[in-house]
Structure formats: C-alpha cells, structure tokens
C-alpha cells in the first residue's frame, strides 16, 4: 500500500470508530465496541492505528454514558500500543523540543491512563509517562495567567511555531492586535481536547481552570472563523470546567447547538457529543 493510501485508510478507520464511538455514547451498539471496530475492519493495521488517533475519545462512552468497558476491548487498545509504541523518551517539550511528538505523548499518557483506570491495572507493554514542561499564557498586561502543554491547531500562527510567544514577541495577525497569546493558545489547548474528560489531572488541566476567558474567547474567535472543528474542541474545555463548577464567562450550551448545526464529520459530532454530556445535557 503506498503512503497516500495508507494515510487514507487510516482517516477512513479513525472516522468509522468516531461514529462508533459517538454511537456507543448514544447508548446505540453492542458491546467491546473497540475489539468489534479491529475485527470487523479490512485493514486491521488501519483499524489499531485509528484507536491511537482519536486517542482517549475512544474512552467517552464508558467515562460519560452506560456503556460497559469490555475485556475484549483492553486488548486491542494495548494491541495498537504494541503495533505503534509511544517513544521510549518522553520529547522535550517547545521550544526545546518540537511540537507535535510532545502534544502526542500528552495524548499518549492520556489514553494509557484512562485504560489503567477502565481495566484496573495497567496492561503489560502500555508505556506512555506524563510529559514534563509548559509554555506560559500571558495576559495583555504581562503578567502570568497559567502554563500548560499546548496542542497544534488548525489558526495559521499556531501552527507552525514551536512555543508560545508572549504578547510582544509575535507579528500582528489579520484581526490587527498584536496581543495574540490568547489566541495561539486556545487553539493549542484545543488540538488536547481528548484530556478534557473525566478521570484525567494535571497541568493542562490546571491551565484551563486559570484561564476560561482565554478559553472562551478562542472558541468565539474559532466560530466567526468558520474553523468549527477547532471550535468545538476548545468548547471541550469549556465544558469540563462547567462541570466542575468553574464560572463561565460564556455560556457553552448555545454554542454547542450552533456547532451542531454545521456538521463537519462524525470527530467534530463527537466533540460536541462529549461537550453535551459533560454539561449533563440528555440528548447529545
């Protein structure tokens, strides 16, 4: 199969467990929803490489809906860590390090976490340490409003830089500001929107709860874009914090039902889908 082919059939198997997990989380489906998703696929390569795609959203429908976490299931997620195995070295992170093998190992610890707490224990050969390291969130006056690990994103600026500029270091964007901290760092927070979910604890995590307006003004800023997808990933976090009882300065609930409206493939539905079901919403 050549890269381009193999790139597809691995986008094509990561968006049919989405949908399967969007529909487990609907409480639509039988049971070992992940093992189902390896066994049935024609390329079981493609299918186990799906399960570290879309990472600890696979997780959803047993964190946040009735859905049962099946044997069956531990194994072919400990499966797809065999067949690609997280560095054996946790990356540096930026700007020391570069960017994306350190927002995967963030991805990475998440998965392998929350499958110690569904299967209570850690499976043999699931390595994936809590990687070390934030860049800073300043506000427009300079002075330091959180850290945490943040994510690539689909804004231009945030995605080819390996750090987070403070507000002076950066050229101007095309809304005009030249303070865009706020903006690159949303949108990073937004591309680790699998940590936001229950069961899961630490710095980034810290970072959204010190930041909500942040938060809430990158998600604003991702819809009047069109960029959904980012927006609904940064709604995640939202979310999260208005069901640990964090005060909002935007309301998630309307946007999540404008987000609703504009599909965007079965990632962006479940996004929303978890979003709802973090805010205790019954329809999702």
Do not use: C, N
């Amino acid at each position: 199969m050549s890269p381009d082919r193999s790139q597809t059939a691995y986008a094509a198997s990561a968006a049919d467990l989405a949908v399967r997990a969007l529909d487990a989380l609907r409480g639509i489906g039988g049971t070992a929803m992940v093992a189902e998703h390896v066994e049935r696929a024609e390329d079981p390569k493609a299918a186990l490489a799906a399960i570290r795609v879309v990472g600890a959203d696979t997780f959803a429908p047993y964190l946040l809906a009735d859905a049962v976490f099946h044997p069956q299931d531990a194994a072919a997620v400990t499966q797809s860590f065999a067949l690609f195995p997280p560095p054996v070295s946790t990356p540096d992170p930026p700007p020391a390090g570069a960017a994306e093998p350190w927002l995967v190992a963030w991805r990475d610890w998440a998965m392998a976490a929350l499958l110690a707490r569904l299967a209570e224990a850690e499976p043999d050969g699931v390595r994936a340490p809590r990687p070390t390291g934030a860049p800073v969130l300043t506000d427009p006056d300079h002075s330091q409003v959180s850290d945490a690990p943040a994510g690539q994103g689909s804004d231009s600026h945030a995605a080819h830089g390996d750090g987070l500029p403070t507000p002076d270091s950066g050229a101007p964007d095309d809304s005009g500001p030249r303070d865009t901290d706020w903006q690159r760092w949303s949108v990073r927070m937004g591309q680790l929107s699998p940590l936001a979910l229950p069961g899961l604890d630490g710095p980034v995590h810290s970072a959204a709860r010190a930041a909500p307006l942040a938060l809430a003004r990158g998600a604003t800023r991702a819809v009047l874009r069109r960029d959904f997808p980012t927006a609904a990933r940064i709604t995640r976090w939202l979310a999260l914090l208005g069901a640990e009882g964090v005060a909002l300065p935007l309301d998630p609930v309307p946007l999540l039902a404008h987000l609703r409206l504009h599909g965007g493939g079965p990632r962006l539905a479940l996004d929303v889908a978890i979003a709802r079901r973090l805010l205790g919403l019954e329809t999702v």
